[in-house]
Nanobody, 126 residues
């Protein structure tokens, strides 16, 4: 069983930066696509960013974060990261990482992902 543990969330002022980490254990991390999702209060979960199975591999971003967020992974450390810059109050949400065993593609629907972390809160104050 794959376990995913997020860290790095917190409270930051608008315009600031945070770096989220997601450490994986169990399974074969370097064969999974990884994604970051978020869910704000009263809203549906939404895709934020995804990365293919290779370190330095393909990435894909939602329009709302493109140019501000960067996803990366270190397969030697079984960890995926989300660098978030120029944060806005509308980025406030619980952020989740997820693993997709179909590592050859980056999918944007949470229903396609097989494993999920517990989430980490990101709050951006105006």
């Amino acid at each position: 069983q794959v376990q995913l543990v997020e860290s790095g969330g917190g409270l930051v002022q608008a315009g600031g930066s945070l770096r989220l980490s997601c450490a994986a254990s169990g399974g074969t991390f370097n064969s999974y696509s990884m994604g970051w999702f978020r869910q704000a209060p009263g809203k549906e979960r939404e895709f934020v960013a995804g990365i293919g199975w290779r370190s330095g591999g393909r990435t894909y971003y939602s329009d709302s974060v493109k140019g501000r967020f960067t996803i990366s992974r270190d397969n030697a450390k079984n960890t995926v990261y989300l660098q978030m810059n120029s944060l806005k109050p509308e980025d406030t949400a619980v952020y989740y990482c997820a693993a997709d065993r179909a590592g050859f593609t980056i999918r944007t629907s949470g229903d396609d992902y097989d494993y999920w972390g517990q989430g980490t809160q990101v709050t951006v104050s105006s």
